[in-house]
């Protein structure tokens, strides 16, 4: 496999999983809508194979590339009537190029002369923040852009370092992500560890509360399973027991009450969509079928969590969860999935 092959692989692979292998034996699609104020950022594959990046805004579609080339919508963020989405597509010498929208028009944050990719986005009064990743020569560096800027966060150690989530809490900036399978977060670009480096562990989202930092992901063991757990101020808790593999994906916390997306593998080995409520597990799908969960916003007494799910076809249907109970966003026809959830209150 060439460099560009494993690249490209690899971020399909993180974003949504979608192009593993098919579940024949899926359920049919819903395709009832049941939103309110609620944007969605994901993608959909066309007729000709490409992935179009889109958002939909109360289950309604917008497309954000023409379909000529792959396109990726990663999070999306909505700030009065402006709607926010960070992704990445590829240009035509074949590099994947970050980028963001604003209400649709795009605007670049790298020159396409090296592969990079955002997986968030904060807006915090007229300012964009956008968190990612750029390959240079000696390696991946993690990174995020304020209106275009781009600050590198792992200054001196460019190898194996991402960049996977960002919050803007008045004037700090918090960052999660990794740098050699260790978990770390940044605040004001200052690293602080998670983790060490006796088993990969990976921070994939941050979300501040007062004066609380919560950073989500999950951490292999001694069995090469991987286990779901949350830091709060540093401080570790473990959502599963590491007898079966489990990822987490996304943090939100309302009213004292912390949420964490993902999905754990079942004894037959698909992967079932589940959150956790103050370590309660709360499981999605049933586990037959291949599923996940991505992003989670939490409004009043409202969850909405995103995802997919694979149906009959074999195909990932982009779907998503309000207290519980799951709605489609597309007709399964083609792949899809949604990434990020945004709810307007």
């Not at 940044?186 to 480096?197: E, M």
């Not at 007062?210 to 570790?236: A, I, L, R």
């Not at 079966?244 to 994906?249: L, N, S």
């Not at 499981?283 to 995103?306: K, M, P, Q, R």
Request: contains cysteine; glycine residues 10%; proline residues 1%.
């Amino acid at each position: 496999m060439t460099l560009k092959q494993s690249i490209i692989y690899s971020l399909v692979i993180l974003l949504s999983f979608a192009f593993l292998g098919c579940d024949n034996n899926a359920i049919e699609p819903d395709t009832q809508r049941n939103t309110s104020g609620a944007y969605m950022a994901g993608y959909e594959i066309n007729s000709s194979g490409i992935a179009i990046a889109k958002y939909w805004k109360d289950g309604v579609p917008t497309a954000l590339s023409n379909g000529t080339k792959d396109a990726f919508a990663t999070s999306i963020n909505v700030s009065g009537d402006d709607v926010y989405v960070a992704g990445y597509e590829m240009n035509e010498r074949g590099y994947w190029v970050a980028k963001y929208w604003e209400n649709g028009i795009s605007t670049a944050l790298t020159d396409g002369t090296k592969f990079a990719y955002t997986n968030s986005i904060f807006v915090s009064g007229s300012d964009v923040y956008v968190a990612g990743n750029e390959y240079e020569a000696s390696g991946q560096v993690a990174k995020y852009w304020k209106n275009g800027i781009a600050v590198n966060l792992n200054k001196g150690n460019t190898n194996a370092a991402k960049a996977t989530s960002i919050y803007v809490s008045g004037s700090d900036v918090y960052v999660a992500g990794s740098i050699w399978g260790r978990a770390i977060y940044w605040k004001n670009g200052i690293a602080t560890t998670l983790t060490d480096a006796s088993r990969e562990a990976y921070a994939n989202s941050i979300f501040v509360s007062g004066n609380d930092v919560y950073v989500t992901g999950y951490q292999e063991n001694f069995n090469g399973n991987q286990f779901v757990k949350y830091w709060k101020n540093g401080t570790e808790v473990k959502l599963t027991d590491g007898t079966t593999k489990a990822y987490a994906h996304s943090i939100y916390v309302s009213d004292n009450n912390v949420y964490v997306t993902g999905n754990e593998v079942n004894g037959s080995g698909k992967n079932a969509a589940k959150y956790w409520k103050n370590g309660v597990g709360i499981n999605l799908t049933d586990g037959s079928h291949i599923a996940n969960a991505t992003s989670i916003f939490v409004s009043g007494d409202e969850v909405y969590i995103s995802g997919y799910e694979v149906n009959s076809s074999g195909k990932y249907v982009a779907k998503y969860w309000k207290n519980g109970i799951a709605f489609n966003l597309t007709d399964g026809t083609r792949n899809a999935g949604i990434t990020s959830i945004y709810v307007k209150y």
